[in-house]
């Protein structure tokens, strides 16, 4: 895992991560929406092959044309920073690294905190849709959600970390509706508020809303803060996965303890963990020294 480093662009590229935020800030501004879409693609990269972009290839049979993958968002923005520092600096700075630095400036737009990402990561030659199959997936139970981030060197405050990056951004119906309709044989999931089931059944139609797009953290969507967790204990998670965070015990602490419930030497202060947890993610299973390439342009192999 080693290899990254802080910095290390410097010698070669020295404006490689402004270009980087400079772009992600313009696009960001004009759609708001994109910095979840970022930090996601960069989660489901570092899932599949290592955080290796080999998510942005396009093509027939790619990573991209996994059902995972298909509500991806923003590889315009990664494409347009690649452009850019190309042309500062040809052949340099790769686009695992883009993708790595654009996650972050995504959160700090998002109002989280900052923190430094050791670089020096190279794309990956392999990307094949068969390959995702090691996602979480919204139905996992707290024990296999633990299970699949263990097999990446994540510990259980890093996945209760890590899915706080679902204070932004939102999900379309299908990956919840069950929860609204048919949960039980007696209908919804009692863990869900009585009054935000209302809600939540009006903005998803049991026959019609599957695509309907609803915010993973309710009122605070476009912002990076603790309200996701809030909205655990209050009954207002979204995702199954979501809410079982709260409903077993293990993880149920670092909740409280994002939440200030637990003080003293258990309280923990989220954003500045989420970069803490996010340098771990973005270092599983990379290239480096002379494995792999530097892309010329990030959706294709050289
Ligand atoms: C147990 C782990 C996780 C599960 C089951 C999960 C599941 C999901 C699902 C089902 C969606 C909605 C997708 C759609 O409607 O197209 C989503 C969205 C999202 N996820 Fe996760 N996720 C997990 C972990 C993470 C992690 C670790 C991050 C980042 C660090 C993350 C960031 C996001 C973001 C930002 C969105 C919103 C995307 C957008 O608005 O375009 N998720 N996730
Ligand atoms: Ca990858
Ligand atoms: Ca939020």
């Given amino acids: 895992q080693g290899g990254s480093r802080v ?4 010698g070669t590229c020295p404006r490689a991560e402004s270009i980087v935020r400079s772009t992600v800030e313009s696009h960001v501004n004009s759609d708001p929406t994109l910095a979840a879409g970022l930090l996601r693609m960069h989660f489901h990269d570092c899932f599949v092959q290592g955080c290796d972009a080999s998510v942005l290839i396009a093509g027939a049979g790619t990573e991209r044309t996994a059902i995972p993958n298909l509500s991806l968002r923003g590889f315009e923005v990664i494409d347009d920073a690649k452009a850019k520092v190309e042309a500062a600096c040809p052949g340099v700075v790769s686009c695992a690294d883009i993708l790595a630095l654009a996650a972050r400036d995504s959160v700090v737009l998002s109002g989280g905190l900052s923190w430094q990402v050791p670089t020096g990561r190279r794309d990956g030659r392999v990307s094949q849709a068969s390959d995702v199959n090691n996602l979480p997936a919204p139905f996992d139970s707290v024990d296999v959600q633990k299970q699949k981030f263990a097999a990446k060197g994540l510990n259980t405050q890093d996945l209760v970390t890590l899915v706080g990056g679902h204070t932004i951004g ?3 119906c299908q990956f ?5 309709y ?4 007696n209908g919804p999931d009692p ?4 009054s935000f089931l209302l809600q939540l059944q009006a903005l998803c139609p049991q026959n019609s809303g599957a695509s309907n797009r609803i915010a993973l953290d309710t ?3 476009n912002r990076f803060d603790t309200s996701y967790y809030a909205n655990l204990r209050n009954g207002r998670g979204i995702l199954q996965s979501d809410q079982a965070l709260w409903n077993d015990a293990s993880t149920k602490t670092y909740v409280q303890r994002y939440l200030g419930l637990l003080r003293g030497l258990l309280g923990l202060t989220f954003n500045a963990e ?3 947890s996010m340098v771990k993610m973005s270092n599983i299973d990379l290239k480096t020294g002379s494995d792999g390439e530097i892309r010329k342009i990030c959706s294709a192999f050289n």
Avoid: P
């Fill in 219 to 221: 009122a605070s969507q």
């Fill in 176 to 180: 919840f509706s069950n929860r609204l």
């Fill in 7 to 10: 910095g290390f662009y410097l």
């Fill in 182 to 185: 048919n949960f039980t044989s």
């Fill in 170 to 172: 939102t999900t379309a």
């Fill in 191 to 194: 863990s869900i508020d009585a």
């Fill in 274 to 276: 989420f970069g803490r």
